[in-house]
């Protein structure tokens, strides 16, 4: 009952056995910590302190005395020598390091993942099953799986290997959920082809179809998930009898091959002004044909698609957007992490729009209606989409919210009102973003109900020209270029 108690904790770390046995096969000190459930990372960055803290080995066992009986120097049965200082590890960082400095990008956040050699599953499994075969308490215990117990390979390097690269490179290690920039490292090791061959008599089924379809499978015969597959079903006298368990001293370490760097989207958010009611929002084809010969979108991200790696670039941007066009004006300009993107999304929903819109009506209004139009708080519309967009969004009927409304009439009517016998007014209105709101003024032949005539008491209203005032949207947050 007390075994199991610990086993659940993985704590093991005081069975000399198993580690004197691991030793003796050519297992490394950092993955004997792994078989021995070790999972606190900090035990991997100082494993000489951990050994001799746990019992594991005598001080003097690192001294350069003549008992030297567990320092063979030979690349690890099971990591064939990545963990391992006097093999591929130190270098290995430092190749890292090397190739993400000459990527140069600018970012604060960086994750990592390492591809390796296909025979560490077929290693890994052969230890392992030697370790069930030899101590089947603890390592043969039902309940005791292989990848629950045993902290991987990949798991245990980023815990001692990540932080050296992220203190020399100036980067915050992060698990992927902020970083946009990826480190992916390859690893190689020369004789991976000739032990992963056991796997076509072994697995004849599987792997010999996989390499006469060899250019199905782009050449790639021994991929992680088939091999990982074909391992769970080989019963284990099976395996052994393709492979040694133990597994033999590799002939050579395994080595850095390359590393890949990839960056994901840049997102770039920031506020814009228009300045004109000609230009539209994006760009305006119909039929193939131009209707406006620019856009916003166009006029931004002209200037944008220069984008660069540097942050401080953001603002020079900036500057060049506004240099470049008098209609459009852009600022708070910043590079966005990705979860940020949210606030947009959100925003898009709940924000709030505040608009000026010029009015004509086709009756004489008194001032008094309009000034009741004021005591209209939270005004529920159904709206249908407008005819004018019927050709480029679905027939669809959506609720929207005018919050309030307040509207006066122009002083100076027009001599043309006054023969005409028609009303100019201005209505200072805000309303949920995506609300129709000229299609809430003239009501759009009954699709937007009610509508601004009706309110008014049934007559009829147009409009003759609408402005945006304010997006109420707390984000992105402002930049003060003077404090910088
Ligand atoms: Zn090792």
Not at 133 to 138: A, E, S
Not at 177 to 189: D, E, L, Q, T
Not at 313 to 337: F, G, P, T, Y
Request: aromatic fraction near 8%.
């Amino acid at each position: 009952m007390l075994r199991s108690v610990k086993m659940e904790c993985g704590l093991m770390l005081d069975n000399v056995e198993v580690y004197e046995d691991l030793r003796n096969l050519g297992c490394c000190q950092r993955c004997c910590l792994r078989y021995l459930g070790e999972r606190n990372p900090q035990s991997y960055n100082c494993v000489k302190e951990t050994l001799v803290k746990t019992g594991l080995q005598n001080d003097n066992d690192f001294d350069n005395g003549p008992d030297r009986k567990f320092f063979k120097c030979n690349p690890c049965i099971v990591c064939l020598g990545l963990m391992q200082d006097e093999f591929s590890a130190d270098d290995t960082v430092q190749k890292i390091v090397a190739g993400v400095e000459k990527a140069s990008y600018d970012c604060d956040i960086f994750t990592c993942a390492l591809s390796l050699p296909i025979t560490f599953q077929l290693r890994a499994h052969s230890l392992w099953l030697h370790l069930a075969d030899k101590f089947p308490v603890p390592f043969a215990l039902r309940e005791l799986h292989q990848e629950k117990h045993v902290i991987s390979v990949k798991e245990a390097w980023k815990w001692t290997f990540a932080p050296l690269i992220a203190k020399s490179i100036n980067k915050e290690l992060d698990s992927g959920v902020k970083s946009n920039f990826f480190v992916g490292v390859n690893m190689v090791y020369s004789g991976d082809e000739d032990e992963c061959s056991c796997l076509l008599e072994m697995h004849a089924d599987v792997f010999k179809i996989r390499r006469a379809q060899k250019r199905k499978y782009h050449g790639n015969l021994y991929t992680r998930k088939a091999v990982e597959l074909a391992l769970q079903t080989t019963e284990a006298a099976h395996f052994k009898q393709f492979f040694p368990s133990p597994p033999p001293v590799p002939t050579a370490p395994v080595t850095f091959d390359s590393i890949t760097c990839t960056h994901n989207s840049l997102f770039i958010a920031g506020r814009y002004n228009k300045f004109s009611r000609t230009l539209s929002q994006t760009p305006w084809v119909i039929d193939g044909e131009r209707r406006i010969k620019s856009s916003v979108q166009e006029i931004i991200s002209e200037n944008l698609q220069a984008a660069s790696k540097a942050e401080e670039q953001v603002h020079s941007l900036e500057c060049d957007i506004n240099k470049s066009s008098k209609e459009v004006a852009v600022r708070d300009l910043q590079i966005v992490q990705r979860d940020e993107l949210v606030n947009l999304k959100a925003g898009e929903e709940k924000k709030t729009k505040r608009y000026m819109a010029l009015c004509i009506c086709s009756d004489p209004i008194e001032s008094r209606s309009l000034a009741e139009l004021s005591n209209i708080k939270d005004l529920t519309l159904s709206q249908k989409t407008p005819i004018r967009v019927l050709h480029r969004r679905p027939l669809a009927t959506r609720s929207r919210i005018v919050h309030s409304m307040k509207a006066w009439l122009l002083e100076n009517q027009t001599k043309l009102c006054k023969k005409e016998n028609v009303t100019l007014f201005k209505l200072d209105i805000k309303a949920q973003a995506g609300t129709y709101i000229k299609e809430f003024v003239h009501g759009d032949f009954g699709r937007t109900q009610p509508s601004l005539g009706q309110l008014l008491g049934g007559v009829y209203v147009d409009i003759l020209a609408l402005d945006v005032q304010d997006i109420e949207l707390d984000w992105p947050p402002a930049i003060d270029y003077a404090q910088g």
